[in-house]
């Protein structure tokens, strides 16, 4: 039995060897075994067609046959043998009766090769050596198909004849049981088959890759191949086909009428007509196709039409494939887009790749590698109808959904999955769903674009709406297929992704694993950066646009938080959706969770946290990957965002639009904006530009799972960092300028402050206006003295945060932006934004402004002066010297401190320079001098109430205020009017300061611009102002000839006479004499100075020459003084009259004058009429 496969096929020269017995006996077998596959011939009809059958034969044997009269099949037994037994007869008796008619052998053998109608092709197409053996001579004729070797038409008629006639005896079976009756006892489901119908060899066909009997094998797979080159031998096959192919067009059902060997086409063309779109065939005929595809998955030889048009191409690209178990089959599924590949070969590959889609089965190696676990997790469920459980979709998505579950599948079955998922990726036309939804978008837009997915991705490209539009029904079955081939779970699934990407992968995701599921992320971290290629960049994101939209395509974030998803969004299994919660509602529902507190209820496990954030961070890449975000904002995205394609770009142009917005996209970029204020990580762009910062001043912060806008603030706080660059600068001032437009943006400050702005605050929703009405709320209880503040600790805290970052872009105060806009672009347009410059701008040319936007400048100075911190560059420019001399100091006197420190010898020059100016702007006005202000505050009405009538509501007093205060202060020795102490002190500090520089005097700069720059320029050009300016006007005050300036050189005069301090030139003169001649006198109120006069007119004592000289100096320009200023008031007058080298003569006359007026007034008295006592008693 051991030659039954081979030796039967070499009965020629057999004789009467012993071999030639079993040869025979195994024919015998052969024989009855493929009675099972004819069409009209098997099952109950075998009695019936017993007649039909001796027609066939008798036909077989006509000379026209080529087979001689009494000769039967090709293999030279006796025609007796092919009579059927009798109806009835047990298996037993036809094997006995065969074996006694096997005991005398016949020497005429028939042969195929020797038929004259067949010889000539047999000589010209098949090798010497197989000649005598009809089987090899019959497998080399049925397999010619070239079109130079096509064998004749009568020759075809014989070997179908030959065949026919070879597979309609019903003692076909019985032999079969005979050679096969080991594997029969081994597979119980064969021999329980009822007997007769040709069921038998049905099923050992079906199981044939689990024989192990080797005769069994041979005869199987011999008389597979016989039956499978012609439909009309595969039993049941006509029944069920017939009207198909008469309805199809497909061929001829009889012999004769078209080239019978050919037939092989007619199955070809019904498996077309299967897998088309707009063809449909009858369930029984499908049923039956899909068997014959099933029974011939191992050996594509059995494939007729597949194997004729692929032999070259699988001599091309398979040569060292060997045959059998589907090995073939997948070389060329693997090969079918290359170039080389014929087109007729990828056709008939395609169809079949079109029949796995409907049925797995008809792919051996999938069905054997996954037959265990399509079982062990119940992907084959008796109660799902078979045209559901065996398309190829469902048992990927219910084993990919065992795995999602943590189950394990055989590593064959997993790569066999892989390779089926790769290959529904590759070619959309396997899609029926997308062949019929898509047809359109494809006509239109990705015609021409069929190989190595390109199609697919030309419809996920229109799915973003980067070219046209998808239909809805395009949409879900593009997101159906990305769902079955889960191509997140490993990206070489996507073979357009994996070609355009694997020069990034080879070096920006070399340390990953290959295959492993994080290289998309991987990839997604990367996108924008210098290692990412454009074409990789856009295969990436049409694949993360549709993976977006269902959380479950994501494995690692499935994995992770499958429990919470369950738990907190009461969640399905992964291939089960649900109306009420659809995939993409499942993410909203775990970021929502994500980031909520303790206090709020039960958040995410840190895992699944984790996983959230990672997603976040990538879809913030991109706005197309935000699902909620691209459905509601849609047209606001055309109407705003049109010319904003750059990364990250869309949404920002949404946040800078957030006013304008329809309700639902507002609240949904509401939403995001706030989510990014706690974690500013998700704005991955921005974390990239921001990288240099974040590593060397924020890596702490940027390194804890938790952020809780920590991040951001560090980043605010070093924005000028020489580490920063442009396009942080840029991202971290865009983010703080969208947290104007709503506190709940500042997370920091929401978190702090929550609870106060709904009791202090309700119906504000502009940081902004939440900040001022806090701040103003906490001055009120502040300047009232309340035992118990409002605003809690915790917002105060931030609160002053807050304040402080708002100084930094006058962008970040809008209504001060708006209001001086206009001045901006005309006065400051090339100035930049960052470090308050823009406000500095405005503050220079302060009284060039428009009256809106001066106003505001003026009380942002006033609120800076009471509060320094609040100045933004002055803390800036001195924050070292705030630490070295300031550092214990009250935040509301840092600029005090800074002007007592101001002269000290390590002292910057730069903050020098910056204290000064802001000198300059407190004198200008005593209401940007809070200590002035409040030191004053009864004095300022009482001696300069004048003033302060004569100024215009909104206007600026320009240092009139001062002005007139120091003038009290220089006359109150004469006057007897003092100031109160406090002010005295304050208004002494002035004069002080004002008279060692110019520029701190605004009248005198205002009055003398002219005489400065004439007389004085080379003065007023030196880098440190010692008070020259003022000595050289005092100096050149005769050539002065404009009377305002005039005065104010008069006025400091006076003002110098008070105090020496006052005066410091002076001062510098004669300070060893005052030393000496002085130093028992108390400094102030003008008795150093009277000290010193007195000593001048002593001849006994001796002043040092350059003093003696000043203080002559001083007292002609005092005298000068005396004589051309005139008196602005009796007190004025009183005061030069006291003043005056005159005064004793000037009294006397005045004296004089009271006594006559006192004399004339009494005699002149009495001259008038009297008044009668009558009258006065009245």
């Given at each position: ?10 009965l020629?020269?057999?004789a009467?060897?012993w ?6 006996h ?9 009675t099972?596959?004819?069409?009209c011939?098997c099952?109950?009809?075998v009695?019936a ?6 027609d ?9 046959d ?17 009579q059927?037994?009798p109806?009835?007869q ?5 094997q006995?009766q ?9 020497k ?12 000539e ?6 090798p010497?050596?197989?000649?005598q ?10 397999d ?63 199981h ?6 080797y005769q069994?094998r041979?005869?199987i ?9 012609d439909?009309?031998?595969i039993?049941?096959?006509?029944d ?8 199809l067009?497909c ?7 078209k ?38 998955s191992?050996?594509?030889?059995l ?13 091309r690209?398979?040569?060292d494939i060997?045959?059998?178990e ?5 070389c ?17 590959l395609?169809?079949?790749?079109k ?5 797995y ?10 037959k265990?676990?399509?079982?062990k ?17 469902y048992?990927?998505l219910?084993l990919?959904s ?6 394990q ?10 390779d ?27 015609s ?7 199609t ?23 997101q159906s ?6 191509p ?9 992704l994996?070609e355009?990407?694997?020069?990034v ?15 998309l ?8 950066t ?9 295969r ?7 993976i ?5 395509l ?18 399905q ?21 994500a ?12 895992d ?10 990538q879809r913030?890449l991109?706005v197309k ?9 849609i ?18 142009c ?7 917005l329809?309700?639902d ?7 995001l ?5 706690e974690?500013i990580?998700?704005e ?55 947290q ?7 997370y ?6 929550k609870?106060?702005?709904?009791k ?9 206006d ?13 300047l009232?003295d ?6 809690s600790?915790k ?9 402080l970052?708002m100084?930094e872009?006058?962008?970040l ?11 901006i ?13 823009v406000?500095?701008c ?15 400048i003026?009380?942002l ?23 070295r ?18 002269n ?12 000064t100016?802001r ?7 005593y ?14 009405p009482?001696?300069c ?9 909104g ?46 005097d605004?009248?005198?700069q205002i ?8 007389l ?14 003022e ?11 404009a ?30 004499d ?14 150093q ?15 040092q020459?350059?003093?003696?000289k ?34 004793n003569y000037?009294m006397g ?5 009271v ?7 009494m ?7 009297r008044?009668t ?6």
């Open positions: 039995m051991a030659a039954c496969g081979r030796g039967s096929l070499v020629a020269g057999a009467w060897d071999r030639w017995m079993r040869a025979s195994c024919l015998l077998a052969a024989a009855a075994a493929l099972l596959l004819l069409p011939h099952g109950a009809q009695g067609d017993r007649g039909r059958s001796r066939a034969l008798a036909m077989h044997n006509q000379p026209q080529g087979a001689p009269a009494g000769q039967v099949d090709g293999q030279g037994l006796p025609q007796a043998q092919f059927a037994r109806q009835g047990g298996q037993g008796q036809a006995a065969a074996q006694a008619q096997f005991q005398a052998p016949r005429n053998v028939w042969r195929l090769s020797e038929e004259p109608v067949c010889h092709d047999v000589v010209r197409l098949c010497k050596h197989t000649w053996n009809n089987f090899a001579v019959l497998e080399c004729l049925q010619v198909r070239e079109v130079d070797d096509e064998i004749s038409s009568d020759c075809n008629h014989l070997l179908w004849n030959y065949k026919f006639n070879l597979t309609t005896d019903p003692k076909f079976e019985a032999a079969a049981g005979e050679v096969c009756r080991i594997t029969l006892s081994e597979v119980k489901e064969c021999a329980d088959q009822e007997p007769g119908k040709g069921y038998v060899i049905s099923c050992l066909i079906e044939r890759a689990n024989i192990t009997e069994c041979q005869f797979t011999k008389m597979t191949a016989i039956i499978f080159s439909y009309q031998l039993c049941g096959f006509m069920s086909c017939k009207n198909d192919i008469n309805q067009k061929g001829s059902i009889r012999p004769g009428e080239d019978v060997h050919s037939q092989g086409e007619v199955v070809s063309c019904l498996e077309k007509a299967l897998v088309s779109e707009d063809k449909t065939i009858s369930d029984n005929c499908k049923k039956a196709i899909l068997r014959v595809a099933e029974l011939s191992d050996d594509f030889h494939d007729r039409h597949l194997y004729f048009s692929c032999r070259d191409d699988r001599e690209f398979c040569e060997q045959g059998g589907g090995r073939v089959y997948k060329l599924f693997n090969h079918k887009f290359e170039e080389a590949m014929s087109d007729k070969c990828r056709e008939a395609t169809t079949r790749q029949l796995i889609v409907q049925d089965k008809v792919s051996y190696s999938l069905a054997k590698a996954c265990n676990d399509l079982r997790y119940r992907c084959n469920a008796e109660n799902l109808p078979r045209a559901r459980e065996a398309r190829l979709s048992l990927l219910c990919e065992s795995v999602h579950r943590g189950r599948l055989s590593g064959e079955c997993q790569g066999e999955m892989l089926y998922r790769r290959m529904l990726m590759e070619d959309f036309s396997l899609s029926p769903e997308i062949v019929l939804n898509c047809r359109s978008e494809i006509e239109l837009h990705c021409g674009l069929h190989r190595k997915g390109r697919l991705h030309c419809l996920m490209r229109m799915g973003r709406g980067d070219k046209g539009n998808l239909g809805q029904n395009c949409q879900q079955s593009l297929l990305i769902q079955e081939t889960d997140g779970a490993d990206y070489r699934i996507d073979r357009a994996n355009a990407c694997e020069s992968i080879q070096t920006a995701c070399k340390h990953i694993r290959n295959g492993d599921p994080m290289i992320s991987c990839l997604m971290e990367h996108l924008y210098e290692k990412m290629v454009e074409e990789c960049e856009h990436l994101l049409e694949l993360q646009y549709f977006s939209r269902d959380w479950k994501d494995p690692v974030l499935y994995r992770k938080c499958q429990g919470d998803a369950s738990r907190l969004c009461h969640t299994g992964w291939n089960q959706t649900s109306e009420m919660l659809p995939p993409g509602a499942v993410f909203s529902c775990l970021y929502r969770h980031y909520r507190t303790e206090e709020q209820g039960r958040r995410l496990s840190r699944c946290r984790a996983e959230i954030q990672r997603i976040l961070h913030a991109d990957l935000e699902p909620a975000l691209q459905e509601r904002c047209i606001d995205l055309g109407k705003w965002c049109s010319e904003k394609t750059d990364p990250g770009q869309e949404l920002e949404l946040q800078d639009h957030l006013d304008d329809a309700v996209c507002r609240d949904i970029v509401g939403n904006t706030e989510l990014e204020s974690d990580q998700i991955a762009l921005l974390m990239r530009a921001c990288d240099p910062v974040i590593q060397t001043y924020c890596h702490e912060l940027a390194d804890n799972q938790i952020d809780s806008g920590d991040l951001m603030e560090c980043l605010v706080q070093n924005k000028h960092q020489k580490e920063m660059n442009e396009k942080c600068v840029v991202g971290v001032t865009h983010f703080q300028l969208i104007m437009k709503d506190f709940r943006f500042s920091k400050f929401k978190m702090a402050c609870e106060d702005v709904l202090l605050c309700p119906n504000i929703k502009k940081k902004v939440v900040v001022i009405c806090l701040s103003t709320t906490v001055r009120n209880d502040t009232q309340n035992k118990e503040q409002r605003v600790i917002c105060r805290k931030q609160l002053r945060v807050e304040e970052e100084t872009d006058i962008r105060d809008p209504d001060l932006y708006v209001s001086c806009r206009t001045d672009e005309k006065h400051c347009q090339n100035v930049p934004f960052g470090n308050a410059q406000v500095e405005l503050k220079d040319l302060k009284k060039v402004l428009t009256t809106r936007c001066h106003d505001k003026f009380k100075q006033e609120s800076e002066m009471s509060d320094p911190e609040l100045d933004y560059t002055l803390m800036r420019v001195c924050k070292q010297m705030i630490k001399y300031c550092a214990d100091a009250d935040s509301k006197y840092v600029l005090q401190c800074l002007k007592q420190n101001k000290a010898e390590l002292m910057d020059p730069k903050c020098k320079q910056m204290i100016k000198q300059i702007t407190q004198n200008t006005d209401r940007l001098n809070p200590v002035l202000r409040k030191a004053c505050k009864a004095d300022i009482k001696f109430q004048s003033v302060l009538n004569n100024v215009k509501d206007k600026e007093l320009e240092g009139q205020v001062v002005s007139c205060l120091k003038l009290k202060y220089a006359d109150q020795v004469l006057t007897g009017q003092r100031l109160s102490s406090d002010c005295e002190d304050q208004i002494r500090v002035i004069i002080q300061e004002s008279a060692l520089d110019y520029r701190l605004p009248q005198l009055h003398c611009t002219k005489e400065i720059n004439t004085c320029a080379e003065e007023a050009a030196a880098q440190e102002q010692t008070g020259q300016v000595e050289c006007l005092k100096i050149n005050l005769l050539k002065i000839t009377e305002p300036c005039k005065k104010e050189v008069l006025n400091m005069l006076q003002e110098s006479k008070a105090d020496i301090f006052v005066d410091p030139v002076l001062h510098a003169a004669c300070g060893l005052i030393k000496h001649q002085c130093a028992s006198i108390q400094p102030g109120k003008g008795r100075m009277s000290c010193l006069l007195e000593a001048l007119e002593d001849k006994t004592v001796r002043l020459p350059d003093c003696k000043r203080l002559q100096d001083r007292l002609e320009m005092w005298s000068y003084a005396a004589r051309v200023a005139p008196a602005e008031g009796f007190a004025d007058l009183a005061y030069q009259v006291m003043a005056s080298p005159s005064k000037l006359l005045l004296a004089l004058g006594c006559i007026l006192f004399l004339l007034g005699t002149c008295g009495r001259i008038t009429k008044v006592r009558e009258l006065k008693d009245r």
